[in-house]
């Protein structure tokens, strides 16, 4: 990224506004990016443990396999999933609060006893594989402003502050420098004018 700069005086104060302003917000957005990167680890983590959790209790109900041919899986269905949001390091992400199931109507003394238990294991499934869901979009969301939080604090380190740095010390090397030809220049002049003082006053001697 290039700075656009003049090499005078307001473009100066500029530079060192700018500069001043991305060194004094760096140690903020690396605090931000330091508590993204443990919140990703931890939603890693728990989506992990979910993803676990759910194979685990599938493969614990593969023993009613035979059983399940007998249930109507109409029974039961997701009436409604109940959501909130909270921030975590200034970015906004949503939290499962309930799962609200509808249960059809059946005979406790037409079906099978095992019926209510096999309701409540269905429960158990649809809540841990929702849950690994919202936590894998909330990992989604945390993943996304860690990258962009990265690449700002690179951007400042790496490419802004050391940009804006190289711009002030080019344009305060340019007025040194202008100053210094100015006050040589103004040194050339009296001395020109001295000696045209001296020869005026010789040739009136004369």
Do not use: C
């Amino acid at each position: 990224m290039a700075i656009k700069f003049q090499y005078n005086k307001t473009s100066l104060q500029q530079l060192e506004k700018q500069l001043k302003m991305r060194e004094r917000s760096l140690p903020t957005i690396k605090s931000k990016e330091s508590a993204l990167r443990i919140e990703v680890k931890r939603t890693k983590d728990e989506v992990t443990r979910l993803e676990l959790q759910l194979e685990q209790e599938i493969q614990s109900y593969g023993s009613m396999v035979a059983l399940w041919n007998e249930f109507n899986p109409q029974l039961i269905e997701v009436k409604d999933v109940s959501l909130s949001t909270r921030k975590i390091a200034g970015v906004i992400v949503p939290v499962l609060d309930e799962i609200e199931f509808s249960i059809g109507e059946y005979s406790l003394f037409n079906a099978p006893a095992w019926f209510t238990d096999g309701i409540d294991l269905l429960k158990k499934l649809a809540r841990t594989g929702i849950e690994a869901e919202f936590s894998g979009m909330k990992l989604e969301l945390l993943e996304h402003a860690r990258k962009k939080t990265t690449q700002k604090v690179n951007l400042f380190e790496k490419v802004q502050i050391p940009g804006y740095k190289d711009a002030i010390r080019k344009v305060k090397r340019f007025m040194e420098d202008e100053e210094s030809l100015s006050k040589s220049s103004q040194k050339i002049m009296r001395a020109n004018q001295e000696k045209r003082k001296v020869k005026e006053e010789e040739e009136a001697e004369l």
